[in-house]
C-alpha cells in the first residue's frame, strides 16, 4: 500500500526566509504528487502537481517542488516566505489507474515577523 | 458556482442521530469524492464515485456511512446511529482526470 511521510509536523519559519518543507512517499513505481495547502477554516488548495518529465515543478504562490525518484521524496520549497503563507501542507501521492489520494498527517507552518 | 460546495457547514447532532452531508461538484466533473479529516490528521479517503456509480468505496468505515450520487452531480453522504467519533470534517473533491478540487468541508459534531 502507497503511503506519505511528512516528518516535520510544525515549522517556523522567519518572514523572507527560505522554506523547504519534506515529503518521502512509499510506493512500488512513480505515483502521481501533489501538494495541497490549508488555511484555517479553509479547503484544501492545490499548490502544485507532478505526473511526468521535468522533475522541478512550479506552482503558485511562488511554491516550487523537486521529485527525486532516488530518494522517494517531493519537497516543497520557496525562497522567501511571506506572512500569509502560515497554513498546513499536506503532500499526497495517488497511484495511476487508483483514484484515491493518500494524505501525509501534515506540516503546519507558523511564519514569525 | 466555480468551485466545489458543500452545505452545510457545520453541523451539530447528538449521538445516535441520523445526517446527510451533501456535496456539489464542479460542473461537468463526471468524478466525486469523499474523504474525512479528524484533527490534526491528514484528509482520508472514504468513496469515489465515477459518474452515478461508487468506483471504490474501500474507505467507508463500517455500514453506518453510504453515499449516492443519484444523477452523476450532486451527492450526498449519509451517516446512521451517528457516535462521538464520527466528528470530524468531511471534504468532498471533484475532478475531470487528474487533479482533485476540495470543497471547503463540513464540520460535524456527534455529541
Known amino acids: 500500500a502507497q503511503s506519505v511521510t511528512q516528518p516535520d509536523i510544525h515549522i517556523t519559519v522567519s518572514e523572507g526566509a527560505s522554506l523547504e518543507l519534506r515529503c518521502n512517499y512509499s510506493y512500488g513505481a512513480t505515483p502521481y504528487l501533489f501538494w495541497y495547502v490549508q488555511s484555517p477554516g479553509q479547503g484544501l488548495q492545490l499548490l502544485l502537481k507532478?505526473?511526468?518529465?521535468?522533475?522541478l515543478v512550479q506552482g503558485i504562490k511562488g511554491f516550487e517542488a523537486e521529485f527525486k525518484r532516488s530518494q522517494s521524496s517531493f519537497n516543497l520549497r520557496k525562497p522567501s516566505v511571506h506572512w500569509s503563507d502560515a497554513a498546513e501542507y499536506f503532500c499526497a501521492v495517488v497511484r495511476f489507474g487508483n483514484e484515491k489520494l493518500t494524505f501525509g498527517t501534515g506540516t503546519r507552518l507558523t511564519i514569525i515577523p | 458556482g466555480a468551485g466545489v460546495s458543500q452545505t452545510p457547514s457545520n453541523k451539530v447532532t447528538e449521538k445516535g442521530k441520523y445526517v446527510e452531508l451533501r456535496c456539489d461538484p464542479i460542473s461537468g466533473h463526471t468524478a466525486l469524492y469523499w474523504y474525512r479529516q479528524s484533527l490534526g490528521q491528514g484528509p482520508e479517503f472514504l468513496i469515489y464515485f465515477q459518474g452515478t456509480g461508487a468506483a471504490d468505496d474501500s474507505g467507508l468505515p463500517n455500514d453506518r456511512f453510504f453515499a449516492v450520487r443519484p444523477e452523476g452531480s450532486v451527492s450526498t453522504l449519509k451517516i446512521q446511529r451517528t457516535e462521538r467519533g464520527d466528528s470530524a470534517v468531511y471534504l468532498c473533491a471533484s475532478s475531470n482526470g487528474g487533479t482533485q478540487y476540495f470543497g471547503p468541508g463540513t464540520r460535524l459534531l456527534v455529541l
Open positions: 507532478y505526473f511526468s518529465g521535468d522533475t
